[in-house]
């Protein structure tokens, strides 16, 4: 699964979010190698947090085909900025995310957890 296939589920499950800028990761599962935590990868320019009010955040379903998806306030992110993993890339400061795929906390520095922007599908 790719960029492209989440942005597909995101419009065809969440048609309100195709608004937003949009990150996605496949699911890094221990399983595979041993220091991988059971998590998504995601990397977030600093600099969308200012653009956006809200970013999607699109976790690969490690358990089937679909994805979990997060609407996540940019305020939250910028008002947390000091507990994220910041990195230099290049010219632009990214927010390296490490969010476990069933607790749903950025497990390598912040601890924050994000399972209140986690979106629900409802029937209707």
Wanted: overall charge neutral; charged content about 30%.
């Amino acid at each position: 699964m790719g960029r492209r296939d989440a942005k597909v589920f995101i419009e065809r499950n969440f048609p309100e979010l195709s608004v937003y800028r949009m990150f996605s990761s496949r699911a890094y599962m221990r399983r595979e190698k041993p220091s991988y935590k059971d998590d998504w990868w995601l990397q977030i320019r600093q600099s969308y947090l200012e653009e956006n009010e809200f970013i999607v955040l699109a976790g690969a379903d490690p358990m089937g085909d679909g994805y979990q998806i997060f609407k996540v306030p940019t305020e939250f992110l910028r008002s947390n900025l000091d507990r994220f993993s910041i990195v230099k890339c290049g010219l632009h400061d990214e927010i390296w995310l490490y969010l476990h795929v069933t607790e749903h906390i950025d497990v390598r520095s912040s601890l924050l957890s994000f399972n209140e922007f986690l979106m629900r599908k409802t029937d209707g």
